[in-house]
């Protein structure tokens, strides 16, 4: 899809046409999320003319909205006497579309400066300023759209409208705990930083100190650590001259020196130093290291005249994509206010690689190369892992279509297919070949392969079963990318080649993959067939062997995943199982099988004597329950990181591969509905787990690793999405990776962070409780007081009725007799009850 479409569209359907602002639910969204900046345009649906009773088909109520609408917004205001006596402000300019973004998010994400303008002017002030999109206020949102180097002077004049407007915030922080400064120091975006900077000291100088020396996100990272985690010379020198303090530590207790030193970026070495001081450089972190330590520990020879070193390297990453990926269309054109897409759709790929706004496109990634057209798949390359006849079908199905995206084919209930989705599967497959292609000749370090449709849970014949779920599905993916490029490196380049490793960290059991290095030893495949007449078992035999009889041997797989019941408070035989509802938790690279030599029963055609093929697999799966209420926050992600540090990690080195291969899943993010809890991983794990890997790739392969896309379906707000922020940590890990094949795995390391991990969070949990408890004990005082002021008002009201009892008591008509009342002294009475 090019950029004349919006990301909400396949391609078909032209939004901020005649034809569809007339029929529209969302037209201010609609107009908004145009890729033309159009004041007027936004200007005729802002304002409703009341005598024509709507803006035409599906607005009935004269309002943009069905009257059956979820949405609930406020009465309209009085009309505006300067368009009409009739017309009035529409009610929704602060209202949330089906992806919960307003009006004011989708121009921002557009960086429609007039559009913010014209909303801002018209009263999308205090609402949409302080209305949250994917955990991002609107500065942050501009914040981020800096990493953009085109955006660069709309952001600037966007500061500047924000800046008119008395409910605008800089010193906010979003869902990951960053303020806008930190969030365009992370774009490392001078112009936007300094602007930011400036905007704080006019309208916020109270706090202009706190937001310089402010810890963000979960590491707990301030502005200095964050410029020499970008390695900009002019940051550092903006932010020192500004007075920001060289001194400041993270959780870790690093100071600035420390990043600069763990990147090898001298130069900022050399400044950081002659800000400390001399008394100061030398501070330690928790482990005891200096700034020198962490750099020898990165793999990096620290030189003796640092203002003469060389600097850091540059990006040895590629990223792949086709066009084509974009043409498998998984239902029909998506429009705003139609049904609700599948998670599995075109704008996954469009929020990460589209030229104008694509997260793989900001100035991260401006050193990394890109092929945009890379190769198809070979059949051949195809047919070691899948069946023909699998195979086959697909390919008939898919070009029996029309070659129109509405006009989908549903191959099961939760995947669909199109003209040319075997194409598009034949190109994404043919990235992975392509990228094993690049890392081997030295054109690349490692890859990232943003292709679709994935491939985790594609066996040998597609569909995967298990007891849980026998009938099985495809999951939205065709044929297994990382299986062909694995079985194409062990094939292609066998003198270099002679064992690979895949590692999947998608929310869902890698089932298809397993099953595909199941299928390196020969098998028995059972099916079940049921009919009016009768039911049946066939039997079949399986053996899909990517080079030799002792592939499976050689090839090394493991998946972390969610494995239990959809809710934890219902059993899984009633509220069903979290998909695919396989890979509980074992070790097969760790069982005792039998040596069993296999060209022998090869040649015998002694079936049974192999056994269980599991169990002659180098298979690691850690099936990760769902947590529940009582658990502790925090250690679940602890607890995901000590699967791989405990778990897998080991094996892996142990295994020794000669390269390793990525099925990058991003569904298990913690705000992604179809992981229902499982999991709960957020950037900074995602960029933790592919920097381990890379550092074990450099220890054992020279750094080879290749990733591909699997899942990750929270793409609602964009560049700012979960998804994007998550697959663009990803893809930052193995840029800075590819840098520095010095830096490698320790157990030690992994070791130390555990420990220090869990303790952190147990020391977070104590503070928790403390704080409910004060909580609770102020509670308890307050009632106690409440009931005290309750019963002193009772015994007043008490001593009153008395009295008053008594003067009734007297006789009538004879005042000499009558009793002249005491007046109540109720503070000596209060007193009195005090004590």
Known sequence: MDDSSTSSSNGSYQYGSAEHLTSSRYPLHDVCDSPEDDPILLQSVLFIDLNKGGNGKGASNGFGFDDDSDDEPAPPPPSDPALGEMKVLSPYINSRDPDENTPLHLALTRCNVECVRTLLSVGSDDISLTKKCDGSFPVHVVACLSALTEFTSQCLELIDILNEHEAVDWCLKDDDMKTPLLLALQANCEPVVEKIYESIQLKQPERLEEQLNVKGGREGRKTLHVAAQVCSLPLLNFLLSVEADPNVTDNQENAPIHVAAEKGWWEGVERLREAMGEEREMTVNVRERTWKDVATSAGYTVPETLSDSNQIPSSKTKIYSHPICSSHYSCPPIRRDGPDPPPENVNRLHVLINKTNGTLRTNHFSTTAWDESCQRASIADVLRVHDYKYVENLTKKSHSLPDRPSQTYSLDPDTSISRWSFEAAMRAAGSLTQAVDDVMSGKSQNGFCAVRPPGHHAGPRGVVTCPNDPSGSHG??????????????????????????????????????????????????????ESDFANF?????????????????????????????????????????????????????????????????????????????????????????????????????VETRDAYRKNIFPALVEFDPDFIFISAGFDAHAKDAMNFGYVGMVEEDYEWVTREIVKIANRCCEGRVVSCLEGGYKIHGKMISPFAKAVQAHVRALVEGGKNGGNVWRKEDADFESDFEMKAVEAKERKRQALLERQREDARMELARMQERQEKEKLMAEQGAAEAEAEEEEEPGSPSKKRRRAEVDYKKLDEEMGE
Not at 515 to 528: F, I, Y
Not at 572 to 580: A, D, E, I, K, S
Not at 607 to 618: H, K, L, P, Q, V
């Open 476 to 529: 939205f993916c065709l044929l297994n990318n990382v299986a062909i490029g694995a079985a194409y490196a062990k094939n292609v380049y066998r003198k270099d080649i002679k064992k690979v490793a895949i590692v999947d960290f998608d929310v869902h059991h890698g089932n298809g993959t397993e099953a595909c290095v199941e299928a390196l030893l020969p098998n028995v495949v059972v099916k079940q067939f």
């Open 537 to 637: 078992t066939v039997k079949d035999m399986a053996y899909k062997p990517w080079l030799s009889e002792d592939d499976s041997k050689n090839v090394f797989f493991s998946s972390t995943h969610g494995y239990g019941p959809r809710d934890y408070r219902i059993p899984p035989n009633v509220g069903g199982w979290f998909y695919p509802a396989s890979g509980g938790t074992e070790n097969t690279a760790a069982s005792e099988a039998p040596e069993i030599p296999v060209e022998e029963f090869i040649m015998s055609q002694q079936w049974t004597r192999m056994g269980n093929a599991r169990s002659n697999c180098n298979i690691i799966n850690c099936g990760l329950p769902l947590p529940i209420p009582s658990d502790i926050p925090g250690v679940q992600r």
